[in-house]
């Protein structure tokens, strides 16, 4: 079997030397491949040369056609190619292809929020945090800090009864699990705590979320000692590492809420033959692409987009999908990889002044 010759001289003769994204189909018009490169003619052309037994080698004969499209810069390209691979899933693809699960902590709209750990976002009026990349340690931690601060675990069907609740038969309602027992649980189940009690270990769970409480650290820190001081060492151990699990956590969230604060501005990327652009990036998203503006009128349509995109409100975790925290992550990858790149950053006032001058 042999690459289909026509097919390299298409390429020979139409591809250019240029940043961009290109796509190889199959017979029947099935997407094999999306790669990028910064010279695309180079890298397609290149497949024609490889070896018996190889990937490439495989993949270009099998291949019957071959797209391209041209991106100013190698910024983007590696976007589009992330996109495209998550939305096609090619066959020979391996990065990108497994679509990689990510959680997220979700603090549900409840009577008696819950905290769940989640592998989705949806819009159901509930708070998300995240993403981290972990989901099992995540479940774990969520565990801990709900049974930390009293919050049910029940599913979201169990009726819930707060004390301060007029109802003729609160005060004779069971706790429906050991929760309540081992007081590990504020047990709305059976109309224990106030409203005003549950909904403020419920703001302590979120502040500790946005990395901004220190209560349920403190509390272990109290109990672990307690229980050194009666020599209960093996509880004092238990309570060490679930102390030192939420400490590493609590640090992660705000370690990783800086960064995604952090990729917040108006990135100047020079492109190919002069095609410089204008990417709106906020919370590590990019929200909107604009040619670099180079006379007045251009200016003024970038500083309207700015305007928009950084003055709207920020809906935040819960506007997030699994994809999107992939191009949160992947932009902070760009960056951490390409420090130098930062330079060509500003903060959205700092580009609004600079450009009305």
Not at 69 to 93: C, G, H, S, V
Not at 180 to 194: H, N, Y
Request: hydrophobic residues 40%; contains cysteine.
């Amino acid at each position: 079997m042999h690459a289909n010759p026509t097919l390299r001289e298409q390429v020979r003769a139409s591809a250019e030397n240029r940043p961009g994204v290109y796509r190889m189909f199959g017979p029947g018009n099935e997407l094999l491949y999306v790669g990028k490169s910064v010279h695309v003619r180079t890298r397609v052309l290149s497949y024609f040369r490889a070896e018996r037994g190889k990937k490439a080698w495989e993949l270009i004969h099998e291949t019957s056609r071959i797209e391209w499209e041209y991106i100013p810069n190698e910024f983007y390209a590696l976007i589009q190619e992330m996109k495209l691979i998550q939305q096609w899933q090619p066959r020979f693809n391996v990065q990108h292809k497994r679509k990689r699960i990510y959680a997220f902590v979700k603090v549900t709209a409840e009577a008696a929020p819950r905290l769940v750990p989640v592998t989705r976002v949806i819009e159901d009026g509930s708070t998300y945090y995240g993403p981290f990349p972990r989901v099992k340690s995540v479940a774990l931690i969520v565990r801990e800090l709900a049974q930390i601060l009293g919050l049910r675990d029940c599913p979201g069907s169990t009726p819930v009864f707060f004390g301060d609740q007029t109802e003729m038969f609160n005060a004779g309602r069971i706790p429906r699990c050991i929760r309540a027992e081992l007081q590990t649980c504020l047990a709305p189940c059976c109309g224990r705590p106030k409203e005003a009690e549950y909904n403020a270990a419920v703001d302590t769970a979120r502040r500790f979320l946005e990395g901004r409480a220190e209560r349920p650290l403190a509390r272990l820190q109290d109990d672990m000692e307690a229980a050194a001081k009666r020599m209960d060492f093996e509880y004092a151990g238990v309570l060490r590492d679930r102390l030192e699990r939420l400490t590493t956590f609590r640090d992660q969230l705000v370690a990783f809420r800086g960064r995604v604060e952090n990729l917040t501005f108006v990135y100047r990327v020079p492109g190919f033959a002069g095609d410089d652009r204008v990417y709106l990036v906020r919370r590590g998203r990019i929200r909107r692409q604009l040619p670099h503006p180079k006379g007045k009128a251009a200016r003024m349509r970038v500083a309207e987009a700015v305007e928009e995109v950084y003055g709207e409100a920020d809906t935040g975790p819960a506007a997030l999908t699994p994809q999107e925290a992939a191009e949160i992550l992947m932009v902070a990858r760009w960056f951490r990889m390409n420090p130098k790149e930062r330079k060509r950053t500003l903060a959205p006032d700092d580009w609004l002044a600079a450009k009305a001058n």
